[in-house]
């Protein structure tokens, strides 16, 4: 295991165990990150005061029994009772190669394999994606790629709109331009147009609202073959637009992924009848409801979570309900991610807790609201395109390849032209991507191209050049990475020993992000390691002359940050080029 904060835990737990008699298993010596040593150990507070002991007393007696030698080249016991560590350099090097050693660099995999479905994207048919998808995409892949690489079996699912009232107009325009064969071409700069015919025609026309209403009870009989032609090519047509945007933005998803609210319909009257059997499913005004305790509407009255219209139709509330028991039950998940925004909070609560009441979301089972803010523009308002609609993704990510193009113009003009594009893409995509992932999802962020754009800060360009200048070390030395990569590195300077702590923390930085379900923790650690690395390099020479002995080890220290950079941004879903 390499991270040193988690292998010095278990001496310390035996000495622990030493001083006090109690199971060793029992004792969580609380190992932290520290600015006065490498690591603090403040497991002697709370111990103390289980036992009623002095916790300085019982440090200094963990101190005492010795256990900490091998790994330790001072422990000094400060204030109440914490444990200061200094790791010696030998057992830094020994850690350092262990990661080096692993595949994984470093990186441990879940104590407890599970099945994940992570439902992210979720965009509507028949309309646009917009700068709201953005996060809810990007944010919810890279879960998944952390998730699948810590070692869990992840189910994607693309929860997309694909049901409701709005299909009723949305077939009957489409019946009045020819019936399924009509011609449908989603316009990539207006994918919401189909849309807006059919909604200008709907507040426009007594008699197509009739059509539009009868339509839609068709469709929910799912018995007529002609509308449910009608309703696949709009679905159809609309994913062919989303993969589009995935293409270009370089996510997971595909077509396999979409599971929409279609999907769940055939088994909602089930749902139904076992909250019925459950003794969950009341009256309120005409509409068949939960009611779920805790929650209140605006004048302080409980509200109730309506799961059958007064006129009989199901809704949002019963497709996630029957969602939630269709992952625990038919795909035996037990984390449920949700990548969906703010706003939808309190819907989803709601729905967590009537799963929770009919026994379906138990434990091990449980569900997560991986909740975002919005992206702001300069006026703080909802970012938004020159029409003053919320800005389209598409459009987002076009002008991130763009600018992308102008930076490799700049910089590397020498490319061929392939490579130049790709790179374009390359540092676009990736600086759209990290603004998103590195700002705390649940706060509001303003969209600035050039801070996400900058070389300097804790940007994408920034991490993405730190790993192309690594590579070029290795260009001008002309020795092969690989051949470095069993090379136990030693720890002598201070840059050295603070890179190489930064290093081994990688293992800790993605299990905390995993834990918070929040990018931006992992996004910080590689700043930070970016940073050590240039203060390392600022001091420590690597290929100078004069400093032959410690090249092989001091190239093996630049090898591993390179990886861990690399492996890193490829769990954001960034990738790190070779040149840049
Ligand atoms: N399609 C929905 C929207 O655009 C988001 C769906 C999120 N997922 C869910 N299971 N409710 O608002």
């Not at 309309?127 to 998730?147: C, N």
């Amino acid at each position: 295991m390499a991270d040193p904060l988690h292998t010095v835990a278990a001496p310390l737990r035996e000495a622990f165990a030493a001083v006090t008699g109690l199971p060793a298993a029992d004792i969580d010596p609380v190992v932290r990150n520290s600015d006065r040593a490498d690591a603090q150990a403040n497991g002697a507070l709370a111990l103390a005061k289980q036992l009623g002991r002095n916790p300085r007393e019982l440090a200094e007696a963990v101190v005492a029994t010795g256990l900490l030698a091998d790994l330790c080249s001072n422990t000094e016991v400060a204030g109440p009772g914490f444990i200061n560590l200094t790791f010696t350099p030998e057992f830094l090097s020994a850690q350092v190669a262990e990661a080096a050693a692993s595949d994984r660099v470093g990186v441990r995999r879940a104590a407890t394999p599970e099945i994940a479905v992570v439902d992210y994207s979720a965009p509507n048919v028949a309309k646009e994606m917009h700068v709201g998808h953005l996060r809810t995409t990007v944010i919810g892949d890279a879960l998944v790629r952390m998730l699948e690489f810590v070692g869990h079996t992840v189910i994607r699912e693309n929860h997309i709109g694909d049901w409701g009232t709005p299909f009723g107009m949305l077939i009957e325009h489409m019946v009045d331009l020819g019936g399924v064969d009509a011609e449908l071409t989603i316009d990539l700069s207006d994918p919401s147009a189909f849309y807006k015919q059919a909604r200008a025609k709907f507040d426009a026309s007594d008699e197509f609202k009739d059509r539009a209403r009868a339509r839609v009870t068709l469709l929910q009989s799912r018995t007529d073959a002609p509308t449910m032609a009608i309703w696949q090519k709009l679905v159809d047509k609309s994913a062919d637009y989303f993969d589009v945007v995935y293409g270009k933005l370089g996510v997971l998803l595909r077509r396999d992924d979409i599971v929409g609210e279609s999907f769940y319909q055939p088994m909602m009257a089930a749902m139904l009848d076992r909250l019925d059997q459950a003794g969950l499913l009341a009256e309120s005004e005409g509409a068949k409801v939960v009611w779920v305790p805790g929650f209140k509407n605006r004048e302080g009255e409980p509200l109730p979570l309506i799961v059958q219209a007064r006129t009989g139709g199901f809704n949002y509330a019963t497709s996630d309900i029957t969602c939630v028991l269709d992952r625990v039950e038919r795909l035996h998940a037990t984390l449920l991610v949700y990548c969906v925004g703010t706003p939808q909070s309190q819907h989803l609560q709601m729905v967590f807790k009537a799963s929770e009441m009919l026994g379906v979301l138990v434990p091990p089972a449980r569900a997560v609201h991986v909740n975002n803010g919005n992206v702001l523009g300069d006026d703080r308002k909802i970012l938004k395109s020159r029409s003053g609609e919320p800005a389209m993704l598409l459009d987002l990510v076009d002008a991130a390849i763009e600018r992308g193009r102008a930076i490799v113009a700049e910089r590397s003009p020498e490319l061929p032209a392939d490579e130049k594009a790709e790179l374009a893409n390359t540092i676009g995509i990736g600086a759209l991507k990290y603004a998103e992932l590195s700002s705390d999802r649940i706060k509001d962020y303003v969209f600035d191209w050039s801070r996400m754009l900058a070389l300097e800060g804790n940007t994408a360009p920034y991490l993405q050049y730190a790993h192309a200048r690594i590579c070029s070390i290795f260009r001008k030395a002309e020795v092969s990475r690989a051949s470095v990569r069993g090379v136990t590195p030693t720890i002598g300077q201070s840059q050295e020993r603070a890179l190489t702590l930064q290093l081994l923390q990688f293992d800790a930085a993605v299990h905390d992000t995993l834990d918070k379900f929040s990018p931006h923790r992992l996004c910080t650690y590689l700043f930070d390691l970016a940073q050590a690395f240039t203060s390392f390099y600022e001091a420590c020479p690597v290929l100078k002359d004069g400093y032959e002995a410690t090249r092989e080890s001091r190239l093996a220290l630049c090898d591993l940050t390179a990886r861990v950079l690399q492996q890193g941004l490829a769990l954001l879903g960034i990738e790190a080029p070779e040149r840049m």
